[in-house]
Nanobody
Framework: QVQLVESGGGLVQAGGSLRLSCVAS????????MGWFRQSPGQEREFVTA????????TYTPSVRGRFTISRDNVKNTLYLQMNNLKPEDTAVYYC????????????????WGQGTQVTVSS
């Protein structure tokens, strides 16, 4: 069992930056692939980025590539999302998630979810 708690969301102007954190409970964090998804009102939850258990593989949805960076610290049991050059269309609730697979970009593969943190980007 893994419990995930996100933090770091907030209100920022377009062009600004935020850093999201996700702290995981348990001693097996390093065995999970991790990801970030987001959901806007009236929209389905969408994939943003994922990182493999050993940090060797990362991938990004095209709309955030070059602006967002996912990373993890397996000693601190923490997942990060650095978001730069934010745009109004990035406004959403961001969810941290863990999969028992080494890595996945597929929503259905993720087993544990945080409660979400709101990111709002004003124009």
């Amino acid at each position: 069992q893994v419990q995930l708690v996100e933090s770091g969301g907030g209100l920022v102007q377009a062009g600004g930056s935020l850093r999201l954190s996700c702290v995981a409970s348990g001693r097996t964090f390093s065995r999970y692939g991790m990801g970030w998804f987001r959901q806007s009102p009236g929209q389905e939850r969408e994939f943003v980025t994922a990182i493999s258990w050993d940090t060797g593989v990362t991938t990004y949805t095209p709309s955030v590539r070059g602006r967002f960076t996912i990373s993890r610290d397996n000693v601190k049991n923490t997942l990060y999302l650095q978001m730069n050059n934010l745009k109004p269309e990035d406004t959403a609730v961001y969810y941290c998630t863990a999969t028992r697979r080494p890595y996945s970009t597929n929503y259905a593969d993720y087993n544990y979810w945080g409660q979400g943190t709101q990111v709002t980007v004003s124009s």
